[in-house]
Each structure stands twice: as C-alpha cells, then as structure tokens.
C-alpha cells in the first residue's frame, strides 16, 4: 500500500506530465502531428471508492471513507485497517483471519471473532485456562493448563485425571480413589488420611500383614485379623492375639511359656510344670472338659481373669468336667495330680 507523502507526490507527477502533454509544450519533429494516446495508469482523478478522495490520496482508497478517519495515525483508514486502534502500518495478519497482530488476542491461531470468556486479554483458543482470568498464562508444569486451572499445577498432566473429583489431580492426590479435597495427612507419609492405614503414624509402605486394613504400625495384633481391633483389658494388645484379654498386661509375660499370660495366673494359682502328663480335650457334643491324666484330684476351671467358675474332686485318670450354660472364650484348667499342680488353657468355641 502507497503511504500519503508518495501518494502525494505521484499525483503531482502525473499532473504536471498531463498539463505538459496537453500544452504543446513538447516539440514535433514530423510534419505529421502525433497523437498521444498514452494513458496514466494512475490517473489523478480514479476514485475506486466513490467517496470523492482520488485513489492517490485515499487513506483506503477501495472503502468508501469520505472522512478518511485514520484513529491510530498509521495512513490506513479506519474503514479498511486491520487494527484501527494501534498504529500498525505494515497490516500484519499472521493468521489471515481479519484482525491485525498488534490486536489481534490470539495472534497465531485464526479467531475472527475474538472471543475470551474470561476478559484476560487472551483470546480462548489461545487461552491455557480460557474460563478463569490469567494474562499471565503461568504454566509451571508446562502442560499446557495454565496454574490457575490446572489441578495439580506442580507436576504434568494434561488430562487432567480425577479419580475421585476431589479438585486434585491423581498426579499430586494422596488419595486419588477417596475424596479429600482438604489432603489432610496427619502423619505426613505421603498417603492421606483418607486413604492411609495408618493415620497417626507415619507408614508410607502401608505395610499390613494380616490384610485386616489396619496398618502394622497401628495394629494391635497385626499377626492375626482383625479390623474392629478389640482390646477388652486396653493394654495395647488386641484380644486375639492377648495372651490375658481380660487383665491388663501390655508386657505379655508369659513366664512357663503356656499360652497364658501370668496375669492371668496369679489369682492364687501356682503354676508348675505338667510333670504328671495331663490332657485335656472339649467335647461339644457334651458341652464338657475332659480332663485326664494319672492320679487325678482335682479340677478347677477358672477365666482368664481369675474367677473360678467350676471345681470337682476326684481320684481318677480321666474326668469329665460339664459347662453349664453358654460358656465360651478362653479358660484356664488347674488340675492338681499327685499332689501337683498343672494349668492347661482351653478355648471353648461356645454355641
């Protein structure tokens, strides 16, 4: 496009070699007078427009623009300039689609209607977060969601993957398949505690050998099942794997190695060896303790906290000792031969 000064100045060109020609200023050599048919292809007086300005001088001269308003003052009209608010006279319009770079909101990616839902000066199909307002486009992860839509803007993921449509991004979430907007992680291992076997101590393995979901490191038997985590006596020790469920004992001594702790055997009973080869057997059927062994005196049977619930004397090598009622859990049979005194523990299932 001619800018105004060259405009301008070929006009008066062309005037000046019209008024010459017409003149007769130029002289003929032949008796023969010439005529000039040569024609300006610009000539002074084209108006392609019809609006009254000579092609030559027109700001733009194929748009009709009688006022020839030109608000940014770059010699393109505001009629026809791509741009007609910031001064650009080259008319660059990188991606051809009508608007000129320097106002252009995606300059690179055609949009003729400009739109940018969030008012950020960033057209949405340039836009990283088209629906919140961030000129900037901080994009830490470089994943092409800008910072301030991006659900886990620290670490790459372009999918945007939520799991559990908590707001954050299975990429950063400490627990992706349970909802924890909050990322509460209360012994700060990694796994929230949604999620974490373990909350209150730390345990990033989630190591829980009895698979009961009661992590190791909190389980109070974590050797046996058992999710409710039962501790009659609060000793720290759950009931199924306490050797005295129903007297504290957080030590779990167990000092002639029997299965009962000696807390549970210190309600006036004195543990001795089994020197006298007693055994003792439950039969359901019956709802009885056979206990039998040589030279049989006396049986008692006694809960794990000591209260002695039957006792029968006797001289026998086997005895039949009847439950009555419903009796389960864990019971301590004292069966004294001989003078002697042996402890058996029995678990009785119950009905």
């Known amino acids: 496009m001619i800018n105004r000064p060259v405009r301008l100045q070929l006009f008066f060109i062309i005037l000046l070699a019209n008024l010459f020609l017409t003149s007769g200023a130029y002289a003929q050599t032949s008796a023969t007078p010439i005529k000039y048919q040569w024609q300006i292809a610009l000539s002074p007086t084209s108006d392609s427009d019809g609006d009254g300005v000579p092609d030559l001088i027109d700001n733009c001269p194929y748009t009709y623009n009688?006022?020839?308003?030109?608000?940014?003052?770059?010699?393109?009209?505001?009629?026809?300039?791509?741009?007609?608010?910031?001064?650009?006279?080259?008319?660059?319009?990188?991606?051809?689609?009508?608007?000129?770079?320097?106002?252009?909101?995606?300059?690179?990616?055609?949009?003729?209607?400009?739109?940018?839902?969030?008012?950020?000066?960033?057209?949405?199909?340039?836009?990283?977060?088209?629906?919140?307002?961030?000129?900037?486009?901080?994009?830490s992860d470089s994943?092409?969601?800008?910072?301030?839509?991006?659900?886990?803007?620290?670490?790459?993921?372009?999918?945007?993957?939520?799991?559990?449509?908590?707001?954050?991004?299975?990429?950063?979430?400490?627990?992706?398949?349970?909802?924890?907007?909050?990322?509460?992680?209360?012994?700060?291992?990694?796994?929230?505690n949604a999620c974490d076997n373990c909350p209150s101590i730390a345990n990033p393995g989630q190591e829980d050998s009895d698979s009961d979901g009661i992590g190791n490191a909190c389980d109070n038997c974590p050797s046996i099942a058992n999710p409710g985590q039962e501790d009659s006596d609060s000793d720290g020790t759950g009931n199924v794997c306490d050797n005295c469920p129903t007297t504290w004992n957080p030590d779990q001594l167990d000092t002639n190695a029997d299965g009962i702790g000696d807390a549970c055997e210190t309600n006036g009973i004195q543990v001795q060896s089994d020197v006298n080869s007693v055994h003792v057997?439950?039969?359901?059927?019956?709802?009885?303790?056979?206990?039998?062994?040589?030279?049989?005196?006396?049986?008692?049977?006694?809960?794990?906290?000591?209260?002695?619930?039957?006792?029968?004397?006797?001289?026998?090598?086997?005895?039949?000792v009847h439950l009555a009622g419903n009796a389960s859990g864990f019971f301590i049979i004292k069966i004294t031969a001989d003078a002697k005194i042996t402890l058996k523990k029995i678990f009785i299932p119950g009905k």
Not at 72 to 89: I, K, L, Q, Y
Not at 298 to 313: A, I, L, P, R, W
């Open 66 to 139: 009688p006022a020839q308003v030109d608000s940014d003052g770059d010699m393109v009209g505001d009629a026809c300039d791509n741009c007609p608010s910031v001064a650009n006279p080259g008319q660059e319009d990188s991606d051809s689609d009508g608007i000129g770079n320097v106002c252009d909101n995606c300059p690179s990616i055609a949009n003729p209607g400009q739109e940018d839902s969030d008012s950020d000066g960033i057209g949405n199909v340039c836009d990283n977060c088209p629906s919140i307002a961030n000129p900037g486009q901080e994009d």
């Open 143 to 192: 994943d092409g969601i800008g910072n301030v839509c991006d659900n886990c803007p620290s670490k790459a993921n372009p999918g945007q993957e939520d799991s559990d449509s908590d707001g954050i991004g299975n990429a950063c979430d400490n627990c992706p398949s349970i909802a924890n907007p909050g990322q509460e992680d209360s012994d700060s291992d990694g796994i929230g």
């Open 281 to 320: 057997l439950y039969d359901a059927l019956s709802n009885s303790v056979i206990v039998s062994g040589k030279n049989i005196e006396k049986v008692q049977v006694y809960s794990c906290s000591g209260k002695m619930v039957f006792s029968q004397t006797a001289k026998s090598d086997k005895l039949s």
